[in-house]
Structures are given as C-alpha cells and as structure tokens.
C-alpha cells in the first residue's frame, strides 16, 4: 500500500519532535537548564518544518538551522535538537547536486561546532569530529540515494524506448503482414474479375469459375485477416485458460501448393518443385518463406501479365532455399525493380527485412535470358545461420 509522501513526512516530524522532547525530560540530569516555554517553542521550529522536506528542502535547512541557533545561544542542551538538522541535511543531499548540498552539511556542522564554543565544558576536538563526521557520513548517504534515484528514472527512460522500439517493430511486422495478405488476394481478385467481365456473356462457364476463385480468395484473406486480429487480441496466457484463442495454423511450406494453385487459377500459370527431402522448419522461417513467395508472386501479377512463374522450394542440409522466377511476359512488359520500391515501401524492402530477420539472404534482380527472380535462402537453426551451408540433401 502507498502511503503518500506528505503523509510520511508528518510521520517523521511528529517523531523527531517525540524523540527531542523526550531528551528534552534529561536537560537538568545533564546539568543544562530545564526547558521551558521558549525552549519548547524552538524545539518546535527544529522538527516540525521536516513535514515540508520533500517541498521545500532549502527552506527547511535554513529555518532549521536558524533555530538551532537561537536555541543553543539561549543556552539549553544543544543534543536536543540533533535529529531535526541531520534529516534536514539528508533531504537536500538526496535532492540537489553537490554544489548546494555540499554548503548545507557544512552549515550543520558549523552550527553544531558553534554550540560546542558557546558551551562550557565542550571539548573541542571532540565536537568537531562529530560536527564534520556526522555531517558527511548524512551527506554521504544522501547523495547515494540522489544517484539511485537517478539511476532508476534512467533505467524507467531505458525500459519505456525498449518498449516503444518494440512497439514500432511489432507495428512494423504486422504491416507487413496486412500488406502482404491484402495486396496478394486483392491482385488475385482483381485479375479474376475483370476475366469475368470480360468473358461474362460470352464464356459463362468461364466467368462462374472466376466468380469462385474470387469468392475462394477473398474467404482465405478474410481468415488470414481474422487469425490476425485474433493474435492481437488475445494476451499471452490466452488458450490455456479456456479463452479464445488463434485457431488457424500460421501460414507455411506445406501451404505453398494451395497458393500456386490460386495464383493459377487467377491467369498467372504457376510451376511448384520441390528438392531435396522435406522436414519440419520452424514456424517463423515458413511464415517467412511463405510471405515472400506470396510477395514475388504479387509482383508478377500486378508487374508482368502474361508471364509464367515457377515457384521452387529446397531442402538443404541446415538451410531452405526458396526462390521464384517469372519468363518474360508475352506482352513484352517486365518487372522493373525500381517500380517494385514506390507505393507503401513494402515491397522488396518488405523481403529484405522479413530474410535479415531470421538470418537469410535474398537476391532479387533480372535473370539475363529475360525475366526476373526472387532467391531467399533462410537457416532452419541459430547455429546454420552462424556456419553456413554448402552440401545439399
């Protein structure tokens, strides 16, 4: 339970006070005058200001200290009023730098080595030792907890940029996401109905099954959008509670065929191979895979009509290699990279980043017999992203 500050440092006057007054019952046995009225008043103005510590530490220094002063030259026992003007010293040292902090344990200590001239049978060496001893062990401590407290509102900046960098990522990552899914099924979709259209009166039967590619594309972008949202939604201990949690299977390889059968079915004729012996890869490089297949295919539908695409995917020995190129379109329009960069700046550079992520590289550029290919290659470990690969299975 917090307890707020305020509350706290009446707790600590209302306690000084106790502690003073209660010295105060030892004066005569001390053989230091019995307090009075006056003296009482003073112990007052030394220990009740620490309510205002935290408000105004210079200002309750001083009016301490001031009435240290009178109450020592009037004579009564100074050790009375000791714990008022040690708090006062460790407020503005855990407070102000050392250049102000420093002068106010210097003030305690003079006024305490002030009581001892003033005092009878004070020794002086003893005094102060004590005066400059107890100032900066009190000034000591205080400037440690200045430099904690500053360290901890360091370490709160520090923890609050992770979180916003993270945040940016995480925003950042499902951008992607969103741009893959909806430019890819909405280019598919596109293509399909302005073939309906077209052949609408003339090819019904034509025209029905691109009605129903479309209505099959939409429903997987819609799912994919939904699995999304349901990502986002739910907190990390969803699903084992009994909550909702994401149903659907994160896209990977295995979806692969589903998507070039799609693609095919939208006019882009779509080639899948598959080399070497397939195993299981961990989700997040299927995931990325999968993305970037789907990215390359986007760009040849919306970049090379007429063109023909070969997807093909390698299982190598610590590595997958997936690459996806395009012959040259019948229209004689080509995929320029350049034009791939403009728009929303998802597109290769959407590539890139998903490959540096998981520790892959990808090429991207023209094939010379004409044409353009995308080749990723992603490590299935840590330690094949550390060693490389150069055998195939």
């Not at 002030?114 to 004590?130: C, K, N, P």
């Amino acid at each position: 339970m917090r307890i707020h500050p305020l509350v706290v440092d009446a707790l600590i006057a209302v306690a000084l006070t106790t502690v003073a007054v209660l010295l105060g019952q030892e004066s005569v046995r001390q053989g230091w005058p019995e307090l009075d009225a006056r003296a009482y008043i003073l112990v007052g103005l030394v220990n009740l200001p620490a309510v205002f510590r935290s408000r105004a530490p210079l200002t309750v220094l001083l009016v301490v200290h001031l009435a240290c002063v009178v109450y020592v030259t009037l004579g009564y026992w100074p050790v009375v009023n000791t714990f008022g003007p040690m708090i006062a010293v460790y407020t503005v040292a855990s407070v102000y730098p050392v250049r102000v902090s420093l002068p106010g344990a210097g003030l305690m200590s003079a006024v305490w080595i002030y009581a001892g001239l003033i005092s009878e049978d004070a020794v002086m060496a003893s005094v102060v030792g004590q005066a400059v001893g107890f100032s900066l062990v009190l000034w000591r401590f205080g400037y440690v907890a200045r430099q904690s407290a500053e360290l901890a509102r360091q370490l709160k900046r520090e923890q609050d940029e992770r979180a916003r960098r993270e945040v940016a990522e995480e925003r950042g990552r499902i951008a992607r996401e969103l741009h893959d899914v909806v430019a890819h099924h909405m280019s598919v979709i596109s293509v399909q109905a302005g073939l309906a259209r077209f052949v609408f009166a003339s090819d019904p039967t034509t025209a029905h099954a691109a009605l129903g590619t479309i209505s099959g594309t939409s429903g997987e972008a819609l799912e994919e959008l939904r699995r999304m949202l349901r990502v986002l939604r739910s907190g990390p201990d969803d699903g084992e509670d009994g909550s909702e949690a994401p149903d659907a299977p994160m896209p990977g390889l295995a979806r692969l065929g589903e998507m070039a059968e799609r693609v095919s079915a939208g006019g882009l004729p779509v080639e899948l191979r598959v080399t070497g012996t397939p195993r299981e890869v961990a989700p997040g490089v299927e995931l990325c895979a999968y993305r970037v297949v789907q990215e390359a295919l986007t760009n040849v539908i919306k970049h090379a009509p007429g063109a023909a695409a070969t997807v093909q995917l390698g299982y190598l020995r610590q590595h997958i290699e997936v690459s996806v190129t395009n012959s040259r379109p019948s229209g004689g329009q080509e995929v320029i990279p350049d034009r791939l960069r403009t728009g929303s700046g998802h597109g290769l550079l959407g590539m890139r980043e998903r490959a540096k992520l998981y520790g892959g590289t990808i090429s991207i550029g023209p094939l010379s017999e004409g044409g353009f290919a995308v080749r990723l290659t992603l490590p299935t470990s840590a330690r094949a992203a550390a060693q490389g690969d150069d055998a195939t299975e």
